[in-house]
């Protein structure tokens, strides 16, 4: 059992930047498609092994750790299509929607299966998911995604991976989203870990009131997605996120202290409540900080902190309740998750009307015909004249400038300034391949357009055309004394 | 910002139709789950 868990969680850490760049490289439908047609495939041999009964443990788990493998592959992807099908305004509900749909099928899922072994067989099981999933790859060919790549040959995966951190790394929106679902996840994997004990050993529940049990933060989860559209109207993102925690933490009290079965039951369906609101409102934030081009790598290190979060969590709170009390478990969760919520407070949340990722296609390439899309490096100048007097306004805009280009891909960026002539700057930056400069008017957005604006207002609406320069190497081998 | 409430984004074909078999895959994978196990 152990070694099964192990299969499914761990391709989910493995693969997550590959599967992330995959997101944003390749055909979106494509890979879903592909994984699904995969899955079904691993479901019918799983089903065939069943059915005549010649499976052993090898290659259940084997089968298992690529089914993990592959749902892996597609988890990315399956977040980072939401905001490409809905309206803006739309956004956070579809997003409610789809966060409160996979509690429920995280719930459903073994109950169902539980229903279909004891009424039919385990067999059925794998032939009835076989059915399923091949029904989810037939009702996706009528889905139409539409995608726009400038023209321009898709990005090398390693290349995307790398970009991927080198994003996170420039973008403070992203980093305080991973932040904010941190302690969220470390702290609410408690109570999917410790609610088996809590209702065995606590609350001595039996099978059926287990599941009434379960049950509470499914529902509890539905009547929040009903009150969602209310609450984003009312509150900020931030103040939403705090509240929850803080109603968590105390959910979380009450179950550290009731042996009353109908306290614990509303205990936790405000549990339930509190994380849909809580992780709903993240993940909106982070669906809408997050520019189409860059989306589904943006998404795979979000669900690589969730993930870890959830896991380091479940080890930390399952040996607390090993070596104190399921009591105390609760407690401490309760009290970390209190204090994880005020930490957080004052890395805000962008308010999500601020933000406009729509591509700005602030520059346009040099009109150039001596280069192809694969060669590089490149390095780009631009000399700019600006008024000595100006320097430090000059400098904070381009510092932003600075940090677009790199969320953008490029690789360094710097500043000189002429010794003889003050005002006199020079800018350079490099990228790895002409390709990818041709990509950085695709990948500005709107929201950077307001530097754009701070430097026409220094210097008017001509600036200084970029020049691109190829970077040349040493050669390997050094040309003879005879041959220079 | 105009929304047409909590269950406004399933009137969209396309989204329904993703998020579906998302839920779907996804209680097969969990169900796969405990078949093997």
């Known amino acids: ?484 | 910002m105009t929304h047409t409430g909590a269950w406004g984004p399933l009137r969209n074909r396309a989204f329904a139709v993703v998020v579906s078999v998302n839920l779907a895959s996804a209680l097969a994978v969990f169900m796969n789950g405990l078949g093997g196990a």
């Open chain 1, 1 to 484: 059992m152990a070694l099964l868990q192990v299969a499914v969680t761990v391709p989910g850490f493995v693969l997550a930047l590959i599967a992330g760049a995959l997101a944003d490289v390749v055909n979106r439908k494509r890979l879903v498609v592909t994984v699904l047609a995969g899955s079904v495939l691993v479901t019918v041999a799983f089903a065939v092994l069943s059915t005549t009964g010649s499976h052993t443990q090898v290659s259940v788990v084997l089968l298992t750790a690529a089914l993990g493998s592959l749902t892996a592959l597609a988890a990315p992807v399956w977040m980072a299509v939401i905001p490409g099908l809905v309206a803006k305004s739309e956004l956070a509900d579809a997003v409610s929607l789809s966060s409160a749909g996979m509690s429920g099928a995280m719930a459903a899922g073994p109950a169902l299966g539980g229903v279909i072994i004891a009424t039919l067989g385990p067999t059925w099981v794998f032939w009835v998911n076989a059915v399923v999933l091949t029904a989810g790859v037939l009702a996706l060919g009528t889905w139409r995604p539409v995608s726009d790549s400038g023209g321009l040959p898709p990005e090398h995966l390693a290349a995307a991976m790398r970009l991927g951190l080198q994003y996170v790394r420039h973008d403070r929106p992203l980093q305080i989203v991973i932040v904010k679902i941190v302690p969220l996840a470390l702290t609410s994997t408690a109570l999917i870990a410790l609610l088996p004990s809590l209702a065995r050993f606590r609350l001595e529940a039996g099978p059926a009131m287990f599941g009434l049990l379960s049950g509470a933060g499914g529902v509890g989860a539905v009547a929040a997605l009903f009150g969602m559209p209310t609450i984003r109207a009312r509150a900020t993102p931030d103040a939403i996120v705090t509240t929850s925690m803080l109603a968590q933490a105390a959910a979380l009290i009450l179950l550290a202290t009731t042996t009353n079965i109908p306290v614990a039951l509303a205990a936790l369906a405000v549990a339930g409540a509190t994380s849909l609101t809580a992780i709903s409102t993240v993940m909106t934030t982070l669906q809408t900080v997050l520019p189409a081009w860059i989306r589904g790598r943006g998404v795979a290190v979000y669900l690589l902190a969730l993930q870890g979060s959830f896991a380091v969590g479940a080890i930390v709170w399952g040996a607390v309740a090993e070596r104190t009390s399921l009591q105390t478990a609760f407690a401490a969760t309760a009290v970390a998750m209190a204090i994880g919520a005020v930490a957080v407070v004052p890395l805000r949340l962008r308010p999500l009307a601020d933000i406009d990722t729509t591509p700005a296609r602030l520059m346009d390439p040099p009109p150039v015909t001596s280069i192809h899309d694969d060669d590089g490096p490149i390095a780009l100048t631009a000399r700019w004249q600006i008024d000595p007097d100006q320097r430090a306004t000059f400098l904070s805009a381009m510092e932003h400038v600075r940090q677009a280009l790199k969320r953008q891909g490029v690789l360094n960026f710097h500043l000189a300034e002429d010794v003889e002539r003050p005002g006199h700057i020079t800018e350079t930056f490099t990228v790895a391949t002409w390709a990818e400069f041709k990509r950085l008017p695709l990948r500005s957005t709107r929201s950077d357009e307001a530097n754009h604006r701070d430097l026409v207002d220094l210097v008017g609406p001509d600036l200084p055309p970029l020049i691109p320069q190829r970077v040349l190497r040493r050669q390997t081998s050094m040309p003879s004394p005879s041959q220079r």
